[in-house]
């Protein structure tokens, strides 16, 4: 029993599980509120951002969802399959529309959201919140430039 304690103890001493295992956790909790979407919430965060910020460049989406080209082209397909968002191809590049189906999900997007957010501050101080938000930010932005 004293060798699963030590590993519990070492793996929760560990930046990188602790990171994960809060992921899953918070991953979970926001799957089930985005589920009134009918999309995950990376889907939701996705249709979000063309709401808000429509016409923008594939690229750009991918940028702000910190997505590969790959990923973000599955998601849009999806999300247009839907009618929920659009495409037009220019040369080149891809620019994404919103839709008025699209549109229409916004305000169960900005819920589900504000619940996922509600729940973490119960548990943390806006302060708490707002620090561990910019270490988290100074630890990926270190870990990007390499």
Same mark, same amino acid.
């Not at 929760?12 to 994960?20: A, I, P, T, V, W």
């Not at 599955?74 to 891809?94: A, D, H, M, Q, Y």
């Given at each position: ?61 991918? #940028? ?5 080209? =790959? %990923?973000?082209?599955?998601? +849009?397909? !999806? &999300? *247009?399959? $839907? ?43 806006? #302060? ?5 938000? =910019? %270490?988290?930010?100074?630890? +990926?932005? !270190? &870990? *990007?430039? $390499?």
């Amino acid at each position: 029993m004293d060798h699963i304690d030590n590993t519990d103890t070492q793996l929760n001493e560990c930046l990188f599980f602790s990171s994960c295992k809060l992921a899953r956790v918070l991953g979970k909790t926001a799957e089930e509120d985005f589920k009134v979407t009918g999309l995950s919430p990376s889907h939701a965060f996705l249709l979000h951002i063309v709401n808000i910020s429509d016409g923008l460049g594939q690229k750009q989406i991918g #940028e702000a969802l910190h997505m590969t080209p =790959s %990923t973000i082209t599955r998601f +849009i397909e !999806k &999300l *247009e399959n $839907k009618g929920l968002v659009s495409r037009k191809s220019e040369g080149k590049n891809v620019y994404i529309f919103k839709t008025e189906k699209g549109l229409h999900l916004q305000p169960e997007i900005e819920k589900a959201w504000a619940h996922v957010h509600e729940i973490y501050s119960d548990i943390l101080t806006i #302060e708490e919140s707002e620090q561990f938000i =910019s %270490t988290a930010n100074k630890i +990926i932005a !270190k &870990l *990007e430039s $390499k």
